[in-house]
């Protein structure tokens, strides 16, 4: 009888462990490396992130370090409209320095918030304050929104990959 108690104990650990390891690698995070002008898809948002340059910002705004612009073309491939953000966004140095976008009027394209049409690709812009080396590997992270329903997250090279 203390045998049967101890295989029906062991059972359940054995199963409580393969549904602890579905779980895990289910919503595990999917990371996608590409580099500056591919095509990556993030759930179901298609991007294609390039390097625009670096600029000392406007009248209003000036960076504490520079500027670094880049281009966002975002196309939504699902049925209903989706929200692009501009803090889906981050500049990661070679340092593993992770740097969020700066908001700010620069030109009539900047990202702020945009409703993503189904198939209606839009081209924005953003910028991160960061110091700059025209020598280093810089890398932008795209993250999902919530209601996009996916564990893919994007890393792109946009210099010295």
């Not at 009539?108 to 304050?129: A, G, I, R, Y």
């Amino acid at each position: 009888m203390a045998g049967l108690g101890i295989m029906v104990v062991i059972g359940a650990i054995v199963a409580s462990m393969a549904i602890a390891m579905y779980m895990y690698t289910e919503y595990q995070t999917n990371y996608i490396e590409t580099v500056t002008g591919e095509t990556v898809s993030v759930g179901p948002v298609e991007y294609v992130i390039t390097f625009e340059g670096t600029h000392e910002g406007s009248k209003e705004v000036k960076p504490e370090n520079t500027f670094v612009m880049i281009g966002i073309t975002a196309k939504y491939t699902g049925d209903d409209k989706t929200l692009l953000s501009g803090g889906q966004f981050y500049i990661v140095d070679e340092k593993e320095q992770k740097h969020e976008a700066v908001y700010g009027e620069f030109s009539s394209k900047d990202l702020l918030l945009e409703w993503l049409e189904p198939n209606k690709p839009v081209e924005k812009t953003t910028q991160f304050d960061i110091p700059f080396d025209e020598e280093k590997s810089y890398k932008i992270i795209i993250r999902p929104q919530k209601e996009q329903s996916t564990t893919d997250t994007a890393v792109v090279c946009i210099t010295n990959c």
